[in-house]
T-cell receptor, first 112, second 117 residues
Framework: GDSVTQMEGPVTLSEEAFLTINCTYT??????LFWYVQYPGEGLQLLLK?????DKGSNKGFEATYRKETTSFHLEKGSVQVSDSAVYFC???????????FGSGTRLQVQP | DTGVSQDPRHKITKRGQNVTFRCDPI?????LYWYRQTLGQGPEFLTY????????KSRLLSDRFSAERPKGSFSTLEIQRTEQGDSAMYLC???????????????FGSGTQLSVL
C-alpha cells in the first residue's frame, strides 16, 4: 500500500538558518505529492504540491522537487523565520484515488 | 467565506456511548472528506463525499462508524459504542471539484477532539 516517511522532529533552528525536512514515499501508481502545514491552533493548510516527476512546488519561500528516481519530496527553505514554526506534513495522493496518505509530521521550532 | 466549520470542538464521552460530529463545508464545495488524526501521527483518510454520494470509504471505517451528507451540504460522522481507541482528532475538509483533478485544493477545519474515557 501507499506510505509516506518523513524525518522525526522536533527540528530546532535559529532564525535565518537553512531548512530541510526529508520525505520519501512508496506508491503503487503515479502519485501527486504535497506538503501541508499546521500552525498552532489552526487547521491544516496546503503549502505546496507537485503532480509529476521533476516538478518543483514552491510557496512562501519553501520549495520541494518531485524526485521519482529516489521517491523523495524533500522540503527546503533558505532562511527560516520564527513565524515558520509549525508542524509540516508530507502527503501523497495516488492515481485514481481521492484519499491523501500523510506522513507522521515534523515539528519545526525556529528560535529568534 | 468562514472556512470549514466543525462542531463541537471537543467531546468527552464514556466508553460505549454514541457520539455525532458535524461538519459544515465551505459554501458551494461539492466534495467533503473526513480524516482521523491521533497524537503524533498524520491524518488518516476515513471517507469522502461528492455532493450527497459517499464514494470512497477506508478500511478504518468500521461498521460502528457512519457518515452522511444528506443534502450535499453539511455532513455528520457518528460513532456508535465508542471505544478508547476511538480517541482522536476528527478532521473535515472540503473542496470544489476542479475540471482538472490534479488541481483540487482541500480546505481543512480545525477538527473535533474526541476523548473516550
Amino acid at each position: 500500500g501507499d506510505s509516506v516517511t518523513q524525518m522525526e522532529g522536533p527540528v530546532t533552528l535559529s532564525e535565518e538558518a537553512f531548512l530541510t525536512i526529508n520525505c520519501t514515499y512508496t506508491a503503487t501508481g503515479y502519485p501527486s505529492l504535497f506538503w501541508y502545514v499546521q500552525y498552532p491552533g489552526e487547521g491544516l493548510q496546503l503549502l505546496l504540491k507537485a503532480t509529476k516527476a521533476d516538478d518543483k512546488g514552491s510557496n512562501k519561500g519553501f520549495e520541494a522537487t518531485y524526485r521519482k528516481e529516489t521517491t523523495s519530496f524533500h522540503l527546503e527553505k533558505g532562511s527560516v523565520q520564527v513565524s515558520d514554526s509549525a508542524v509540516y506534513f508530507c502527503a501523497l495522493m495516488d492515481t485514481g484515488r481521492r484519499a491523501l496518505t500523510f506522513g507522521s509530521g515534523t515539528r519545526l521550532q525556529v528560535q529568534p | 467565506d468562514t472556512g470549514v466549520s466543525q462542531d463541537p470542538r471537543h467531546k468527552i464521552t464514556k466508553r460505549g456511548q454514541n457520539v455525532t460530529f458535524r461538519c459544515d463545508p465551505i459554501s458551494e464545495h461539492n466534495r467533503l472528506y473526513w480524516y482521523r488524526q491521533t497524537l503524533g501521527q498524520g491524518p488518516e483518510f476515513l471517507t469522502y463525499f461528492q455532493n450527497e454520494a459517499q464514494l470512497e470509504k477506508s478500511r478504518l471505517l468500521s461498521d460502528r462508524f457512519s457518515a452522511e451528507r444528506p443534502k450535499g451540504s453539511f455532513s455528520t460522522l457518528e460513532i456508535q459504542r465508542t471505544e478508547q481507541g476511538d480517541s482522536a482528532m476528527y478532521l473535515c475538509a472540503s473542496s470544489l471539484r476542479p475540471r482538472d483533478s490534479l488541481n483540487e485544493k482541500l480546505f481543512f477545519g480545525s477538527g473535533t477532539q474526541l476523548s473516550v474515557l
